[in-house]
């Protein structure tokens, strides 16, 4: 009696890597927007990580079942939490390909303006921190990741106070170096 090695996960697997990730997808959520060029409210957060939740457990945990424990659990949850951002911003900003715009349409509106000015703001403060020493390069990061005080004085090795009064330093010298860009 031969025996078929079933491909997909049992039950129990799927709902125990369910409760595992659970805790991650707000963090996920974030970062996905973060990556996508907005920065999120609460909200958002929240309501994007109820929607990665829904997404994930409806139908058995059909979609859950497509990872295959090839990339960490939190890769592929980025993955898919970009994926469904990206499609909801894509419905609300009602994007459109600029071939299809007459040419007067293209009048540069206020929130356009602003998009401009936080681009500008990313450009500056990118170039501020290519100034940064491997350090606080590491520590920016690590920060940016909305990472603890305990992790990244463990990537850091660093202790876990000192974590509070370098990043104090570090946005002191990040605002130092664009007062001086924009100076020039």
């Known amino acids: 009696m031969s025996r078929t090695i079933s491909r997909e996960p049992a039950n129990d697997d799927v709902k125990k890597l369910f409760e595992d990730i659970l805790p991650d997808i707000p963090k996920v959520v974030r970062k996905a927007c973060l990556s996508l060029g907005r920065n999120p409210d609460w909200m958002d957060t929240g309501e994007f990580a109820q929607q990665i939740r829904i997404l994930l457990w409806k139908n058995d945990y059909h979609v859950l079942r497509s990872f295959k424990h090839e990339s960490e659990p939190e890769t592929w949850l980025f993955t898919i939490a970009k994926w469904l951002i990206l499609h909801w911003l894509r419905e609300q900003d009602g994007m459109e390909s600029l071939e299809d715009k007459p ?16 681009k500008e703001r990313e450009e500056m403060l990118r170039e501020a921190v290519s100034k940064l020493t491997e350090h606080d390069k590491k520590l920016y990061g690590l920060s940016r990741q909305e990472r603890s005080r305990k992790e990244i004085a463990e990537e850091m090795r660093i202790k876990k106070q000192s974590v509070s009064s370098e990043r104090d330093a570090l946005m002191k010298k990040l605002k130092r170096i664009v007062r001086e860009k924009r100076a020039i």
């Open 103 to 118: 040419p007067d349409s293209f009048v540069v509106q206020q929130n356009q303006e602003e998009k401009l000015l936080s």
